[in-house]
């Protein structure tokens, strides 16, 4: 592969990966919207969706086998080729994640506890993955790690948000008959399954914001 379209290939990687991660943040919000607002339509087109980042990722696995293969990049070029292989699988897992909440959409109540501001949790995870996206396309490594320094904001939240529904659960009528308490259960069990994946997507933010800087820097500082 001639230099000059090897640097075409490095630009076009970079294009796929923002592409892609583009795909999962649409879907991601898509995901969270479904869950507040009750929108089973959304939730089945998100949970149909995965597919085909399914295939973007193999697509962009193909293309950076074939970078190796072809160039065997060294240096800045191969952080580069490996960070953007790496960032792909945390966007795959978003993009997973997307489809359990959906699938907890279709599942629960809409918004059963909203004094918890499970939209507003998601939307604190769904903008750390916009600006970790963000920051790999700028190259700035200042954003990686102010990006990595807001995860544990919102372990905080997700915390708080688990544990005031584990009070209000201790705190319902004894005497509530079963099928109410069926219900209650249930919703219980998405909230909190919600609450999980959520902080996950904020996990993979940080993988991202780290890859990055690892390819920047050569500093593996943030990886874990």
């Not at 990966?17 to 998100?46: F, H, P, Q």
């Not at 399914?54 to 490996?82: H, K, M, S, T």
């Not at 909203?114 to 200042?142: C, F, K, N, Q, V």
């Not at 109410?180 to 249930?186: I, R």
Request: glycine share 4%; with cysteine.
């Amino acid at each position: 592969m001639a230099r000059e379209e090897f640097r075409h290939a490095l630009a076009d990687l970079r294009t796929a990966v923002l592409e892609m991660g583009e795909l999962v943040l649409e879907r991601l919000k898509a995901a969270l919207s479904a869950l507040t607002e009750g929108d089973d339509d959304r939730a089945r087109d998100v949970i149909e969706g995965d597919e085909t980042v399914n295939r973007r990722y193999l697509d962009i696995e193909a293309d950076c086998i074939d970078i190796f293969a072809l160039e065997q990049p060294v240096a800045g070029d191969l952080r580069f080729v490996a960070a953007s292989f790496k960032i792909t699988t945390d966007l795959e897992r978003v993009g997973d994640l997307s489809t359990n909440l959906a699938r907890y959409a279709l599942s629960s109540r809409p918004d059963p506890f909203p004094e918890l501001d499970i939209s507003g949790i998601g939307r604190a995870a769904a903008d750390m993955l916009e600006d970790a996206l963000s920051a790999y396309e700028t190259e700035d490594a200042g954003a990686c790690r102010t990006v990595a320094g807001r995860d544990d904001d919102l372990d905080a939240m997700c915390q708080r948000a688990s544990e005031r529904v584990a009070r209000e659960l201790l705190e319902r009528d004894p005497e509530i008959d079963a099928w109410a308490l069926e219900t209650v259960l249930d919703d219980v069990a998405s909230v909190l399954l919600t609450i999980r994946d959520v902080e996950r997507v904020g996990d993979h933010a940080v993988n991202i914001a780290a890859r990055t800087l690892y390819a920047v820097e050569g500093d593996p500082e943030l990886i874990y």
